[in-house]
C-alpha cells in the first residue's frame, strides 16, 4: 500500500503562483510514474504533468509552459510548480502514483481557486 498526502492548494489570483507538494509513504519502492491530475466541476478527471522515475516529463497541452512537474526521489515527494495560473486552472488537484503492479494510488486532493 501507498499513501499519498498533496498540500500547497489555495486562492490566488490570476497570473500568480502556486506550489503542490504530494508526499508518499508506504510500500514506495514499487512507485514507478507519478502524476498530477485535475478535476473541475462538472467536468472529468484530467491528466496535468507526470514524471517517470528516470526524470522523463509530459505536461498537457493547457499547461505547457506554465507548470513545472518535479520529483525528489529521497523525500518522497513530487512537486507541481504552477505559474501564471487562470482561472481555468481552478480544480481539485489529485497526486497519483503508478506502481509496478496494480491499480494506481490516488491522494485526497487539494483544492485550487484563481480568482479574475
Known amino acids: 500500500q501507498v499513501q499519498l498526502v498533496e498540500s500547497g492548494g489555495g486562492l490566488v489570483q490570476t497570473g500568480g503562483s502556486l506550489r503542490l507538494s504530494c508526499a508518499a509513504s508506504?510500500?514506495?519502492?514499487?512507485?514507478?510514474?507519478m502524476a498530477w491530475y485535475r478535476q473541475a466541476p462538472g467536468k472529468q478527471r484530467e491528466l496535468v504533468a507526470r514524471?517517470?522515475?528516470?526524470?522523463?516529463?509530459d505536461y498537457a497541452d493547457s499547461v505547457k509552459g506554465r507548470f513545472t512537474i518535479s520529483r525528489d526521489n529521497a523525500k518522497n515527494t513530487v512537486y507541481l510548480q504552477m505559474n501564471s495560473l487562470k482561472p481555468g486552472d481552478t480544480a481539485v488537484y489529485y497526486c497519483n502514483a503508478l506502481p509496478r503492479m496494480g491499480l494506481a494510488y490516488w491522494g485526497q486532493g487539494t483544492q485550487v481557486t484563481v480568482s479574475s
Open positions: 508506504g510500500s514506495i519502492f514499487s512507485i514507478t510514474t
Open positions: 514524471i517517470s522515475s528516470t526524470g522523463s516529463t
